[in-house]
């Protein structure tokens, strides 16, 4: 069965550096979108890039963040000058649609990149 | 402002017995997603639904639109069952943005 896939599993960085966290979608997907989750709290939407470009981006998602999908298969989140509270599992996701109700646009999750900043 | 609830936030049942998870809404949405968290911190989706109800193997997912709720229901529970299960709405006025509930934390106990 298809799969996104996240790497790293797990990245530790000092407070001030910049990280790279990187997805692989399902490849006929056409929509990805990240979110992250910091320990105990609710799941929460970062972005949502479609055609080469950010279609919907949340209040977190400041001018640290910045998402790439250099190469037609990747699809990379970069936070610069990384805080303290960056720290969390970062999801990236993928669907075939857009997430209104037809049937194709059923997210896919990866496994989560969980991020320590020290 | 909390726009998804759920309740219960914590249930632990026996095995066998019929589960139920609420997700209440107060915003306009399109769709609503159910997902499953596992301890490891996985997420899978388990339904989007719109309307009406959907089922999967033991799962049963309702939406009443009107009433801006959605139910997830568990038959036969099995301790495998055990996870965070998550409701998430889709704005109406989004066709990405997903607004998160705080999740219910099934434990099912053999």
């Known amino acids: 069965e298809p799969e996104v896939t996240q790497t790293p599993s797990h990245q530790v960085t000092q407070m001030g550096q910049e990280v790279i966290l990187r997805c692989v979608p399902i490849?006929?997907?056409?929509?990805f979108y990240w979110y992250r989750q910091i320990l105990g709290q609710k799941v929460e939407f970062l972005v949502s890039?479609?055609?080469?470009?950010?279609?919907?981006k949340s209040e977190i998602f400041d001018d640290r963040f910045s998402v790439e999908r250099p190469d037609g298969s990747n699809f990379t989140l970069k936070i610069r000058s990384t805080k303290l509270e960056d720290s969390a599992m970062y999801f990236c996701?993928?669907?075939?649609?857009?997430?209104?109700?037809?049937?194709?646009?059923?997210?896919?999750f990866g496994a989560g990149s969980r991020l320590t900043v020290l | 402002k909390n726009e998804v609830e759920q309740s219960p936030q914590n249930l632990t049942a026996q095995e066998g017995e019929f589960i139920t998870i609420n997700c209440s809404y107060s915003v306009g949405i399109s769709a609503l997603h159910w997902l499953q968290q596992h301890p490891g911190g996985g997420i899978v989706s388990l339904f989007m639904?719109?309307?009406?109800?959907k089922k999967h193997g033991r799962l049963i997912a309702t939406i009443n639109i009107q009433e801006k709720h959605s139910s997830l229901h568990i038959t036969a529970s099995h301790p495998r069952d055990s996870a965070v299960y998550i409701c998430a709405a889709l704005l109406g006025d989004s066709n990405y943005q997903l607004i998160w509930g705080a999740g219910t934390k099934l434990i099912i106990k053999p």
């Open positions: 996701a993928s669907s075939e649609l857009a997430g209104g109700p037809s049937g194709a646009n059923v997210l896919t």
């Open positions: 890039f479609y055609n080469n470009e950010i279609s919907e």
């Open positions: 490849s006929n997907h056409l929509y």
């Open positions: 639904l719109s309307s009406g109800k």
